[in-house]
């Protein structure tokens, strides 16, 4: 059966004329956005910044190491005598020091270069004025690395050197921190042996007997100031001679 072909109902003119309209509009705004139109929009989150650096290696910082058995030798590890040193005396009995650091509010005095250890010309006539000395048996470091005058790493032969001692005073702290040194020295670079030695002959625990030790021995040395003790005592004195003289105490 044949189907009579309809033919659709003309729009009126108003109608017709928005419709071209609508269709004008709608390809303007499609070529205004061009490709990017049919591309669904998508979030794309910022890449992470990759800073690169070059490496250096850190290398340690050189010390002077004593030649003795490996059982003597113990990791270094200079405290303040006020950081709790009574309990970590017996673990760390490196902390061998002078007096806490003040500072000095008088003007750097002016002073003939003279040459030695350091860069500090006092400091080095202070170190050539001490009678037993040994040249090159320690290494001098000027440096406010601790809370005190001076401290004596005794593990690693540094005496360090605060830079705010006074020129009246620098004697009496170089010669006790050699002091240190010294009393070890004597024994073939055995702390142990030797803090033992000095708390049985001194008194004392920990460091008590070192310090002691060194203030006498500095005394004999002409110091003239000393943080510890005055050493009164004959016996002690006559034991700081025997470590002065390179002798173990009896």
Known sequence: MNAARRTPPLLPLPL?????ALVVAGLRAGH???PAAATPLAYQPPAP?????????????????RRVHPAHRRAAATVGRHRSSEA???????????????????????????????????LNAAI????TYRTGAA??????????????????????????????????VAVHEWSHELSVLDYGGD????????????????????ERAADCMSILQGATWTHYTTCSDAKWRAAASRLIAGRTLL
Request: overall charge positive; cysteine-free; charged content about 15%.
């Open 191 to 210: 702390v142990a042996a030797a803090t033992r030695a000095m708390n049985t002959t001194f008194g004392g625990n920990g460091l008590t007997g070192p």
């Open 32 to 34: 205004a956005v061009g």
């Open 139 to 172: 290494r001098w470091v000027v440096s406010t690395k601790y809370d005190f005058w001076g401290t004596a790493d005794w593990y690693h032969d540094v005496l360090y050197v605060d830079p705010s001692v006074p020129t009246d005073k620098l004697y009496d």
């Open 88 to 122: 970590r005396a017996a673990v760390h009995p490196v902390a061998t020091t002078t007096a806490p650091r003040r500072p000095d509010p008088r003007p750097p005095a002016t002073h003939v270069f003279v040459s030695g250890p350091t860069a500090w010309s006092a």
């Open 49 to 65: 910044a990759v800073t690169q650096s070059a490496h250096h290696p850190v290398r340690p910082a050189p010390v002077v190491t």
């Open 16 to 20: 017709l004329v928005v419709g071209l």
């Open 128 to 131: 050539a004025r001490i009678p």
